[in-house]
């Protein structure tokens, strides 16, 4: 849907709710695209510590002695 900025500024309460029920607005001037108003995702949430806990035997095998040793031979450039 595009408005221009005048139908924006007079309407922006319900262009605002139209985005965030998923609709795409484009605010134009003189007919030229000029700016888009679209709808916010949700910041998602990191894990709590208890999934961490949950992986825990594979973050210990990330940093195994072999590893370890495998990535200090890269970086001296030996392989």
Known sequence: MQ???LEAKNQLSRLVKAAA???EIVIASN???MAKLVPLTPRR???SWRSLKLSQGQI???FAP???DL???S???KR
């Open 3 to 5: 408005v221009n900025i």
């Open 21 to 23: 029920a998923g609709r």
């Open 31 to 33: 007919g030229k695209p």
């Open 45 to 47: 949430r990191l894990g």
């Open 60 to 62: 210990d095998a990330a």
């Open 66 to 68: 072999e590893v370890e």
């Open 71 to 73: 990535v200090a031979r």
């Open 75 to 77: 970086l001296r450039g």
